[in-house]
């Protein structure tokens, strides 16, 4: 039935690679020209065709897909027909036998919408379990969980890439779609401020050699090497929280402080922008139907948070704060996660393609 099948993942910690890497190999079986491109920050390479299907596999961020995929899908051309299917992979986890599934929420139909609005004709969507990798936040999971876990989403990503190549329609996850839009609030939160401020949490500890590993992984291109005698990664406001660069670093150097999370908290709260607030009442603009109460501590937020992790990377860079910082860090005793197999070399490889 295709012509030609294109790829598209976007990944941090290989669980979209993986997912990407079963749908490929369904079609190499069928002898389809299959192509392979990651999601980054330049823009994708397609050219609509009725005959040719595109496939999108992601991470879901915060119950919904991540900005870099959703501003990718605007920038695409008219589909004019082309095929597409959506495959989010989600947050699956593995607690004394017991299997929790991930919740994708909004994040395969919004896609799938998007797709659709830009002219493709979107033929199915399924959210995959995959193993966490908020590893910010938890221990990376056991080998036998994780195992567990990708032998069990490895069928059913198969059957759907088998449905999808056979011509058939293939529609899964209305109750987590409507779970998602109750949580839309939350994920609204997330990608417009607390995306932003999760960012602002990495550093790197005193294990880090200056290596630029996280750097050249980052698909956002959000990381940048600063510094004169050693440089270090700083993390700007593009990032992702991937989690790319946490877990693949070959000295798991880079960490999450809670202590900083707690000192932005403070600093973004201060009642500066309360005064500020205060006296805002009598500009011309306040009769408009605007919340600039909001606007303004948004504003003074982001600004407050930069200043502050700017001298926070200034203190890490001497040796004394970086290894006080550094052994108060929770997640220097967290067991990191990859997707088993998925090395750096995988994910910085060009396109592939497979006969």
């Not at 910690?13 to 069928?30: D, I, K, M, P, R």
């Not at 956002?220 to 005698?229: C, E, F, L, R, T």
Request: hydrophobic fraction near 45%; charged fraction near 15%.
């Amino acid at each position: 039935m295709f012509e030609k099948i294109v790829v598209f993942f976007m990944t941090g910690t290989g669980n979209s690679y993986q997912v990407a890497a079963w749908f490929v190999e369904e079609a190499a079986a069928l002898g389809v020209e299959t192509q392979v491109q990651q999601i980054k920050v330049t823009k994708l390479s397609i050219e609509p065709n009725r005959r040719t299907l595109c496939v999108f596999t992601f991470p879901t961020h915060g119950f919904t897909a991540p900005w870099l995929l959703l501003k990718q899908i605007l920038y695409l051309p008219r589909g004019k027909g082309t095929v597409a299917v959506v495959l989010p992979s989600r947050a699956g986890t593995r607690i004394k036998g017991i299997s929790l599934p991930g919740m994708e929420g909004t994040a395969g139909y919004l896609t799938a919408c998007l797709l659709f609005l830009k002219g493709y004709r979107v033929k199915g969507v399924i959210g995959v379990d995959m193993p966490s990798n908020w590893t910010a936040v938890h221990w990376g999971l056991s080998k036998e969980n994780k195992e567990f876990i990708i032998s069990a989403a490895e069928p059913k990503v198969r059957h759907f890439a088998k449905v999808i190549l056979n011509g058939q329609v293939y529609f899964h996850g209305i109750a987590p779609l409507m779970l998602g839009l109750w949580l839309a609030p939350i994920s609204v939160m997330y990608l417009i401020l607390a995306q932003l401020i999760l960012s602002k949490l990495f550093f790197a500890s005193d294990k880090c050699i200056g290596c630029q590993q996280c750097a050249n992984l980052c698909p956002k291109q959000a990381i940048v090497m600063v510094g004169s005698k050693r440089k270090r990664p700083y993390w700007t406001y593009s990032c992702d929280s991937c989690m790319a660069c946490m877990n693949y670093c070959p000295y798991e150097a880079v960490e999450v402080s809670p202590i900083i999370g707690i000192m932005f908290y403070f600093i973004g709260t201060i009642p500066i922008s309360t005064y500020i607030l205060s006296h805002f009442v009598t500009l011309p603009l306040s009769w408009l139907p605007i919340n600039w109460d909001g606007i303004i501590q948004y504003i003074y937020i982001l600004i407050s948070v930069f200043l502050a992790y700017l001298l926070l990377h200034t203190a890490l860079g001497w040796r004394f704060f970086c290894i006080i910082f550094s052994k108060l860090t929770h997640t220097r005793y967290f067991r990191r996660y990859h997707a088993p197999n998925v090395s750096v070399k995988n994910l910085n490889q060009p396109s592939e393609y497979h006969r």
